[in-house]
């Protein structure tokens, strides 16, 4: 029983900058890594970016450095800061994490939010 929650998304011209945020809740013994995937229309998802408990973290390439993510102190929620936003870069944006419930320590999962629309349009 674990549940992601995002919140952040929305409209913004280009250039400009949104931050994404994700919540891990449930019966949670640890998460080992959380990250951030897109979808655009017409497109399949493609990974965005990743950081692992230890936060060690892995970028798209194609990036360039316009995102960053990284943990809060919870350790239980991830976001993703972006800037110098580009209209390509607008998709429906996933929170992703890999989680070992207290129900079976032996086995890791992964799990999805919902998605929450980032759209960049002047």
């Known amino acids: 029983q674990v549940q992601l929650v995002e919140s952040g998304g929305g409209l913004v011209q280009p250039g400009g900058s949104l931050r994404l945020s994700c919540a891990a809740s449930?019966?949670?013994?640890?998460?080992?890594?959380m990250g951030w995937f897109r979808q655009a229309p017409g497109k399949q998802r493609e990974l965005v970016a990743t950081?692992?408990?230890?936060?060690?973290?892995n970028y798209a390439d194609s990036l360039k450095g316009r995102f960053t993510i990284s943990r809060d102190n919870a350790k239980n929620t991830v976001s993703l800061q972006m800037n110098s936003l580009k209209p390509e870069d607008t998709a429906v944006y996933y929170c992703?994490?890999?989680?070992?419930?207290?129900?079976?320590?032996?086995?890791?999962?992964?799990?999805w939010g919902q998605g929450t629309q980032v759209t960049v349009s002047s």
């Open positions: 449930g019966n949670i013994f640890s998460i080992h890594a």
């Open positions: 950081i692992t408990s230890g936060g060690v973290t």
């Open positions: 992703n994490a890999e989680i070992v419930r207290w129900n079976d320590l032996a086995r890791m999962d992964g799990y």
